[in-house]
Each structure stands twice: as C-alpha cells, then as structure tokens.
C-alpha cells in the first residue's frame, strides 16, 4: 500500500470528523471521498477483502456490506506491516466473539465517533465522575470498555472514571466499594455518569433498595447512558427499556432524558445515541439502511429491515461496511429536532431455523471426524 | 396444552393420560376386526378424496402458503391413491407378509414343520409429526390402523391444518367406529414436559419424525416402548458421468423444489462427475436457469424477514472462499446455487440452496461422502445403465438406504420402505412359536419316557389348528 493513500485517507477521516455530527447535507462529497479512499486503504491491507469485492459488485458510492455472522465464521489476518494498537471483541452473545483489531487511527476514529455525538447531545457538559457498570479495559478486550475507557479520560472534565464490574468465577459482579464511592459522590453534591450495562444497574439498583436505599436523588447534570442487550442480558433476566427508564428515573430522581441508551456493535465504528424521544439518531459520518435480504434492497421507511452500517471510520479491519442481525425500522424527520435520519431497534434476528427431518450440519460433521 | 401448541387437539381439555388409557381400549376393540375389513373401511376415504372434491380443494388452499398448489395437487392425488383397497391390501401384503400376518399363525416354509409365527400390534403407538410433509399425519394414520395399533398424533408446530383437514375426512367418510375410537390427535410444545413424560410412559412405541431436537425428546432409554427415530437426514443428487444436461438439470430443480429443500430426502449436496473440463461449473449454471424455470412451477413460500436471512451467510460465505463460487447471480432469486470444490462444513434446512460439487472418480465421490454416512439416507441419481448397480452398491455400504432416478422425487407412497425397513414392519412384533420337539424329547436322546418325535410332530400340528381355529373365532 503505497504510504500517501494511507495519509490521504487519514487526512480525509479526521476532517470528516471535524463536522458536526448531526448535519442533512444534500450531498456529501467529503463523505463518498473518505469512503472511497477508506476503501482504497482496507483492499491493499486485505486482499481477501478486495476479491470480495469483486464477486460482490463493488462500485463508486456503493460498498457491499459485510454480513456480521460471516465475519465471525472466516478469519482474516491483519497485514504484519499493520501496528495493532488494541485487538477488541464482541460480546459473543449472538455466537462465536469476533477478534478486532484496531490501528491507531481506526481507535482515534472509535474515539471520536463517541466524543462528537456526546457533544451534539449534550451529554458531557460540566464536571462529573463517571461510574461504568462493566469491566475496565485492564480485565476486558471488549468494545465498550476499550473504547469507553478512551473516550471518558478524554475529557478533563471527568475528574474520576470507575468501573463497576469485576469477574468473578466465570459471571461478572459488582464492585461494592465503587458503589459506596458512587453514594458518596452523590451525597456530596458532585454530577454523576453513570454508563453500562442495563443488567448491571439494574442489579445494583435492586441490590440498594434490597438495603432500604428508596431513593438516590443525583445532582443536577447526571446523566445515565444505558448500552447493551434489554432482554435475555443476563440468566434469568429480562427487561423492558420503558419499565427500566421509568424505575431509574424514579430512584435516581432525574429527569427522563437524563436517561438515555445507546446502540452500537463492537464491529462497527459508531454510537447511536437515543434522543429524548427514544430515537436513535444517525450521525452525518455514517449511513445506515434497514436492508431487506429478501428484496436485496432498503426496506421503505417505517418498514422492518437489518441494520446495515456503511462508514468510512475503520481501515484496519473490512468494517467499512456492515450488515447486523439487528432488526430495525429506519425513520427521518424526527420530532426532536435533530436533522438525518432516525432509527428503532426492533429485536435480533433468531439464529434458529425451522428444523425437519432434513439435518442440519454442523456439529454431526465435526463427530464424523472431518477436520472443520 | 400450551399456547406454543398448536393444532387440533381430540381430547378437548382432558389429561393426556385419560386420552391414553381411551385408546388403549379402542385398540383392545380393533383387534375385533379383521385387516382386510380394516382396509375396506379406510378405503371409503379415497372418494372423498377425489381431485375437485370439497376435501381436495380445501386442501389446495391449505397449502397454498406453504408448499404450493402444484405440491399440493400431487400429495392429494398421491393420497388417493394410497387409500384404495387394492393399495391397502397390496401394501399389507408387502409389508407385513401376508393380508392376516395379525390374524393367523403362519408356517414358517415347507420345511420348518412345527415353525409359526404370527404378528401382534405393538399397542397404542405415539407419532410425532414433522412440520416438512404435511402426508406424515395420513400416512401415520393408515399404517398404525393397517397394523391394529390405536395411534396418538401429536402435529409439528408448522403444521397447516391438513391433518385436522384429514381427520374430520375420517368422520365424513363414516369409517367403522372402532378406528375412528383408535385415532387421537393432541398438541402441545415442547416446554410442556408433563406431556412428553406422560407419552414416554404410558406409549407402547413411540414414532419421532423430525430434527434433533425431536428425536432428543424421546430417547429409548426414557421410554416404555420401542423408539423409531426417523430423522435428521441428509439426501444428496449425484449426477454421474456425461448426464449433466438440461433436461437432468430440470429433472433435479423438480426434486429441491418439492420439499422446499425441508425433506429428508430433498437434495441439498450435489456430486458432477468431472471427467474432463469443468463439468460441475457448467452444471451449476444450468441448474440455476432451471430453478428459475421450476420457480414458475412450484411457488416459492413467502418468506420473511427472519427466513430470508437464512440464506444471506452461505452466499456470503461463497463470496470469502477461494475454492467456491455463487452462482446465483439474480439477488431476488428464491433459489441458492453455490459451486464448491469440497463439501460446506455446515449446511441449513431449506430455501432452494445447494452446493454442486465436483468430483473425477468414484472412489473420490465415496471418500467425500464418508464423513456424512452416519446420516445419509437418500440419493436422488442420473447415471447410465451400466454404473448404476455398482454407484447403488457403493452408495449403500456407506448408509444410502434410498436411491431415485433424478426427477423422480414424489410425495410418499404407501409399502415404501423408509429408512431401511418398511414402515409397518415397525409397528408390529413377530411371535414365533417352535412346537418342534427337542432333542431330549426322542428316546434316542435318553428320555425313554417323553414323546416320540412322531408324538410331537402330531401335537404341533394340532396346536397349529386350534391356533388357526381361535384366529378366526
């Protein structure tokens, strides 16, 4: 890969980060240019990537999206002239974790992609401590705690970032000496954010009214930032995002949108960010559609599709274009007011498929002794 | 019953158990009737069944968003066929050995004088249908009446309503009242543990068609009675030298579309012989063309979201090889045609996909085959004349227990053997009774006091006719 596509395409992905984050440009021509020299960048390192590419119809303005579970099925390894800053993983909920590797600029980007969307919304305005209801990036490789950790100790605002979880045996469980620290702040009259896992708020949010705590009043500018599975998070556990915000908002005594979720993939750049009126909101540095598999096209408007990511925020892995089991409904005009398009999360595909007498193969082949 | 359930259920409300002790006596008042009487009463169906009767076209419509008016069309006439008299009777012949294997001891041959044996119903049998062919619940029905055993049904989750469809048939046709009493249909999920413990218990033979996670409900070692797993299996086509033509590529989009790929017999790998140049690759684009063809003639179901998504990783994953190539170019097509040099590592249940892969030499063909032996079951094969005996007997040291000329895969026919047996076979036990006289009977054998051989040969052959005697009684 010839080093001036590489500085071009860099130079490209930190102007297009310059811009707001949420802008409804008629055209986008920064963005198709960083897409193409993103491109350009990803088929030198991978060559699998470029052939893949081609069998796929590759064209100007248009990159085929790679289907996630795929991802996970074929290993791609990085060029060795590649540095790899950090390797991520996914959760692994929905099958096998995936392996990321992340350069410097691919991490810079993640970082950013975070940073410009909090900014538009509002999120880190004034001085807080910051409590994350996961594992630090020193216990945990996955996204969110690498790219978290990151994104919170950029801002000097943050004058104390911890982090709630810690393994035990082979389930996570919460740090009771951070919470004190958390009552404690909040006693003191010191803003709190707290993000994380919905599951592990929820757990320690019982665990303090199981204690007689009714109520956790937080300073004026809290904010809650929820991220991760609803349902089925952990065993045994199951909840309803209305039901949830409604309890936190009670407890903590903060206004409803002080609380919002955010939806990401470990295998994709960006952050959604849900507006006060629960809408997930596509930053101007990505595109998404709600892709149907059986039209081969964006389903319309207010229709069922999967979430299919197009970016051009990852040149050390072929992320660049991403097709999700994540089923959404994608949406624009959004009565809050931010310009771009909208999306709701409508579920996760169901890996099962109909099952009959014809057999599936999988696990009978690796008994037959085939080497898979 | 659960809400998951779904489906007719003949027992109302009413525990499974009271269902079960029901049918055991209907099954008690079965045996008051003779096969042949058996056969008569079933085939009064075969009218109703009629193409453009009522029962025809309501079954059309049935099947319409599952799969499709022509599949549909060729089930019901196939089921016709099925119940008439002369199948009836030809199939117990064929399947049980004689049209009152239930009814008299028969001698053994010529010279086993003293040998009979005579075939007894295994009891109140449990099927557990497969959501994939909507004439399992029928067939199940005729060959537990053919073999005197009352029958619990319990339908897939998919099911579309044809068995119910069949089951008030039963009613229409005014069968004799004792199997009508000897046919019960129950629903219920497989979360419903109480039910699947209480068949397990209380079932004399358990009948499991379907995927792992049916056979694994019912394992032999949990049950009262014996266990007929019929399934997961894997069917394969082979198109053996010099036929890779059009007209074998139409003949095989026939045989993946019939089932919807959901069959265990429907062809999911495909094996070209390649005796020079890219045969397979070749093959590969006629058999596209041809399931765009076969589209016009046997509908695609609908498919949503969640299905269609189904496919989207083996053509993705087709795209990331080296040694693959998909085919398919339309991205709308209802069908999936994916060249291969080796065998998918995985492969999922239906949606018109299939690998076409190579292979130069029979020995490469069975070697390619081997690690899918344990759950081999049907091929569907064009070959000429002369490689036919020698491909049949190679496929069936391997585990084949099922071989089709291409183009020939049709909806079930009754005295079909199935898995390697005959599917009433399964249903019955075969009691032999020895009244030959041990060697310690003769006086030579130094028991100077017991029967003669002649005495014995005498005292089986009248024990033989009071059998006979009591049999038509």
Known sequence: MAKNSFERYQSLARELMMREAFMNPLSDELFETALHACLEVLKARYPEYERFLGRKGSRFGFVPPVFLPTLKKIRLEPPSNMAVAETITSSGTSGKPCAIPLDDLSLEMRVAAVQRVYEAMGIIAGSCHAYCFMQGPQHSKMAGSVVFARVLQSYPQIARISFLAKQKENSLTVNHDKVSDLISDVQRGIPVLLLGYPAMIWAVVSGLKLQGLTKLALPAGSFVLTGGGWKSFLPGLTLEQEIFNKALSDFFVLEPSHIRDMFGLSESPVVFLACERGAYHVPAFCRIRAYDPGLQKAAPYGQSGLLEITSPLSCS????????????????????????????????????????????????????GRSI | MTGEATGLNTSGNRPLESTMAELKTAQRALQTLSQREIAKSLAKLATLWREDSRWYREALLLARNSFGEQLCRLAVAALEENLSFTRLCGTMTLELGSLNALERWQQLGPECTGHVVKAYPLGVVCQILPGNNFLAGPMAIIQCLLSKNALLLKPSQQEQGFLELFYRSMHEAELDPRLLAAVRVHAWGRSDQHETQTVQKLADAIVVWGGSAAVSAFPQHLCKGKVVYYGPRLGIGLIASACATWEAALALAWDICLWEQRACSSPRLIFVREDEGQCARAFSKLLDDALVVMKQQIKPPPTDLEQSCQILTPRELSCWQDDAELITGAAESAHTVIWTKNPPDELGVGHRLVYIIPYASDAELLSKLRPYSAMLQTVLLSAKPSQWAGLVDGLANLGVTQVISLGNGLPGRLGYPHEGEYPMRQLIKLVAVNLQAGPFMHPSAGNPNGPSVVDAMVNSRSILVECERQSHD
């Open chain 1, 317 to 368: 892995y072929p992320l660049i274009s991403v097709l999700s089991t994540d089923k959404i409904v994608h949406g624009s005009h959004c009565p809050c007011g931010l310009p771009g398009s909208f999306f709701f999360p409508r579920g996760r595909l169901h890996s099962t498929d109909f099952e009959t007498c014809a057999m599936r193969i999988e696990r009978q082949v690796d008994e037959a």
